[in-house]
């Protein structure tokens, strides 16, 4: 019938959207290009796209130089601890307002979600004294604290929409089949509720990973993850282009595949079930 | 739906959460709020004493205050306009069938999860530097000469970054927002007639309303307190060019020390971000009764 | 063993009142069904029996002891859900052997169980796939299942076929009268639908607003409805109601013909009125009437009846069916 006509427009969406796609992909596509270019051809004019000698060399460099792998470390330390750590706290809070609502758990959840708006500045000086005082500036361990209650709203809420999802009715049929509380939550709700923690523990992995307020201002050299790490090829390192491009590419790299595989979560968790 | 006995259980499961929320907010808040009373300053600690409202005074008449919160506007605002409108846009472009739309998809979201350091540089040396970067070569190549980005349109430039970075958000909440919109309702509109212009019009953009809601606040409380983009690129500058009031905070007190000062300011991002947060909450809200 | 009486029962949910005092009795083996239209609280009765709710003041009894107090678990109480409620990520042998298995008993034993019930239940096939992978009355049945395998003393609908569609509603309201039959365990049914009520119930209890309209076996119901709503609720097509003069011919308020205790000729009869809609199922033809003074009403003619739109004819009406009701509702004796 019309297959010809609609095919031509089909097309036509394709190349637009797949021309738009690559624009906005290209700074990273750049920069993952960049990282395998010498230093020479980093800068060259005109610059160079495809044709030139690749190189691992920068990746050596980084390594190498620069202690990349502990920061890796602090940040695969810093994320993952805030967000376990963020989970255990959330797990049986979003349980108890998804699965025992009261009256006033509508208004804790806002408040929880409030305490999410609150900008960073306005704690910042009694932060930073108290870790200073405390001994907590430039560690890990304080990172992950500060990051656990800057991600505790996000964790709840993600939990809570997942947990209201699963039917009252089936914990009420374990009740009546003689489940303990205990073995309600091991065999029938935990089950049911791994697919919603993991992606709310993909989630808060990344925001995590990506907090550029705190850590890089409660963090110097020890505990510094990747962004505080990278902050620091600001100048004069940054006109290195070669390397600062393979040391971003690796900082990047991880967390945009779990970014990708976490789209739906993305949506979900960012606008607070306000948008399904 | 519960008994008494699940009843107890739920506060003791809730309390953790509630506790350590609560700490986080109130104690470090009111102590914002006591040194913004205070004369402070860390390199002569042990001077503190009380000064009132000298604080607020200070910073509500220093230039540097009002350069900060109409950049701090702009800032919001232009990106708010770019990702908006550029949003909508590719969320339409998307919601088209067309081959590869997955992969297209990814390369859209992508620089969502470049850390802000990343994109912040990269963007500073690798495009906008006036020698070497991408922009430069782009303008030699078509005989114009290479224009300073970061030294003259400090502003601007970190706008394009951050828009960069939350286009893929505002398309992606959108995109989904338009996937759920009724096809029946579409066709209905069809059938009675109406062209695509004033389809687009009277029914997608309605039913798209309440997203774009929704991301232009959420957006607003991010964006607010926009900082690690600043931090690497202008550090503020050329003088306050590029400052926010995130920014000046950090720099009144934690690069001149100036503890009462910053923390009169942070206490004055809070009540900036509340008049956003209030109308965020009451959305969220009437979505949770639903 | 599985009588169940409730005494002075009330249940508020904060002010809201939603069953004031109330008093049942069921009895050992029998098959009760709460019938109400929604918001009836047949639903929170029940769950008050299964003990998912707490009662606000009286007492439960469950085989003459009191269970008021007691966890729903040690009830001895089966429940068979409205969502059927199965275990998204257990087999069906898995679903039908939980309770079991939280019983503490031995691997044999539970395989044993299951296995019977499967077979009553004609499940054998389906015992390793997922509920996901089962027809809506396939679920019913493992939902049916995991309840007889604990050997309850009494069983708990919850408007179990409301999610089904007609033709296997019908099936399924055969297969369960059948296991009451053959379990001879005390049911108690929830559901909204009359004809479920009046099929499956040795007892039915209406219930409107939290309140017992009345009490006793669908016959009874049908015969003497002890007012206006149970009247109008029980039987299908509704009972007619004519007020005013015809009413008042009878000494009564209200008057209440059934639409099969109506006949119609298009030669004589005791009222002259028009066909509006005639609906031929074929073994009955349904009439909607407009009589001379402006009143509805339906008539139900067995077999096929060749009237249609605008057709003039008369009614009569069976004199001894006739239910005279006072300004009250309440039935006249």
């Known amino acids: 019938m019309q297959t010809a006509l609609f095919d031509h427009k089909k097309a036509l969406v394709t190349v637009c959207a797949w021309a738009i796609g690559l624009a906005i992909f290209f700074p990273i596509l750049w920069t993952i290009l960049t990282g395998f270019k010498t230093e020479a051809d980093a800068i060259a004019s005109p610059p160079l796209f495809m044709g030139f000698d690749w190189t691992l060399e920068n990746y050596n460099e980084v390594l190498e130089r620069s202690n990349y792998f502990r920061h890796f470390m602090n940040s695969v330390v810093i994320s993952v601890g805030s967000t376990l750590l963020g989970l255990l706290i959330a797990i049986p809070a979003a349980w108890a307002m998804a699965f025992v609502p009261a009256k006033h758990t509508k208004d804790i959840l806002m408040w929880m979600l409030s305490t999410k708006m609150l900008p960073p500045v306005g704690v910042l000086i009694p932060i930073y004294l108290m870790f200073r005082d405390g001994g907590l500036l430039d560690t890990r361990s304080g990172l992950v604290l500060v990051l656990t209650m800057i991600n505790l709203p996000i964790i709840i809420w993600m939990l809570y929409t997942y947990f209201k999802e699963i039917p009252g009715e089936i914990l009420e049929a374990a009740r009546m089949d003689g489940a303990t509380l205990w073995s309600e939550i091991v065999y029938v709700l935990t089950p049911m509720a791994v697919p919603g923690i993991a992606s709310t523990l993909l989630l808060n992995v990344i925001l995590a990973w990506n907090e550029a307020f705190w850590t890089l201002n409660l963090t110097a050299a020890e505990a510094a993850p990747l962004t505080a790490f990278i902050a620091s090829y600001s100048s004069p390192e940054g006109l290195f282009y070669a390397k600062l491009s393979a040391a971003s590419t690796m900082a990047i790299a991880p967390i945009l595949i779990m970014g990708w595989f976490s789209q739906k979560q993305l949506v979900r968790g960012l606008t607070f079930g306000a948008v399904k | ?290 | 063993m599985g009588s169940i009486k409730l005494e002075n029962v009330t249940k508020s949910f904060g002010d809201v009142a939603v069953i004031p005092p109330l008093n049942l009795e069921i009895n050992e083996g029998e098959f009760v069904v709460f019938v109400g239209p929604s918001g009836c609280g047949k639903s929170t009765l029940l769950r008050l029996i299964a003990g998912l709710e707490d009662v606000s003041s009286g007492n439960i009894y469950i085989d003459g002891a009191d269970a008021t107090g007691i966890r729903p678990a040690r009830r001895g109480l089966a429940m068979v859900f409205q969502s059927y409620a199965l275990y998204p990520h257990m087999s069906v042998r898995n679903n039908i052997a939980f309770p079991l298995k939280m019983a503490g008993m031995a691997a044999a034993e539970i395989d044993r169980k299951v296995m019977g019930a499967a077979e009553v239940l004609n499940l054998t096939d389906y015992l390793k796939r997922r509920p996901g992978q089962l027809s809506g009355g396939q679920r019913q049945r493992v939902a049916i299942g995991r309840a007889i395998v604990r050997e309850p003393k009494a069983f708990l609908f919850d408007e179990p076929l409301s999610n089904l569609d007609a033709a296997l509603r019908v099936n399924m309201r055969l297969e369960i009268s059948e296991l009451h039959q053959k379990l001879k365990t005390t049911m108690v049914y929830v559901t909204h639908d009359q004809i479920e009520a009046m099929t499956m119930a040795d007892k039915i209890v209406v219930l409107r607003k939290g309140v017992i309209e009345q009490v006793g076996t669908p016959l009874e119901l049908y015969r003497n409805p002890a007012n206006l709503f149970v009247a109008s609720f029980i039987g299908s097509p509704k009972m007619n109601f004519l007020k005013g003069k015809e009413a008042a011919r009878h000494d009564a308020h209200t008057i209440g013909i059934r639409p099969e205790h109506l006949s119609i000729s298009r030669q004589e009869g005791l009222w002259k009125g028009t066909v509006g809609v005639a609906e031929h199922l074929g073994s009955d033809t349904f009439l909607y009437v407009t009589l001379a003074d402006g009143s509805q009403v339906t008539v139900r003619a067995a077999g096929e009846v060749e009237l249609s739109h605008g057709d003039s004819v008369y009614i009569s009406a069976e004199t001894d069916r006739i239910y005279r009701f006072g300004p009250d509702g309440l039935a006249l004796k």
């Open chain 2, 1 to 290: 739906m519960a008994t008494d006995h699940s009843r107890i259980a739920a506060r003791l499961m809730i309390s953790p959460a509630v506790l350590l929320l609560l700490g986080w907010m109130v104690v470090p808040l009111s102590m914002t709020i006591y040194f913004s009373f205070l004369s402070y300053n860390l390199l002569s600690p042990g001077t503190e004493e009380w000064i009132g409202l000298v604080n607020y005074e200070f910073f509500l008449t220093d230039p540097a205050f009002f350069a900060a919160l109409g950049n701090t506007l702009l800032l919001v605002g232009g990106v708010l306009l770019i990702t908006i409108v550029g949003g909508v846009g590719l969320a339409l472009l998307l919601d088209q069938p067309m081959w590869g739309q997955g992969i297209v998809r990814i390369l859209m979201i992508a620089p969502f999860f470049v850390m802000p350091t990343v994109s912040a540089l990269v963007w500073k040396n690798m495009f906008m530097n006036p020698v070497n970067g991408l922009f430069a070569h782009l303008a030699k190549f078509l005989g114009v000469a290479p224009f300073d980005f970061l030294a003259h349109a400090p502003l601007f430039s970190v706008v394009i970054i951050v828009a960069w970075q939350w286009l893929p958000f505002s398309t992606l909440i959108l995109l989904t927002a338009m996937q759920s919109l009724d096809q029946e309702q579409l066709e209905a509109a069809k059938m009675d007639g109406a062209k695509k212009f004033r389809r687009f019009f009277h029914i997608v953009l309605p039913h798209l309303s309440r997203a774009i809601t929704v991301v232009i606040l959420i957006q607003t409380i991010f964006l607010l307190s926009i900082f690690a983009e600043i931090l690497v690129t202008t550090n503020g500058g050329p003088g306050y060019a590029s400052t926010n009031i995130t920014y000046l905070v950090y720099a009144q007190s934690l690069l001149q020390f100036d503890v009462g000062g910053g923390s009169a300011g942070g206490i004055i991002a809070v009540i900036l971000a509340n008049i956003v947060a209030v109308f965020l909450m009451r959305m969220i809200g009437k979505n949770l009764e639903a």
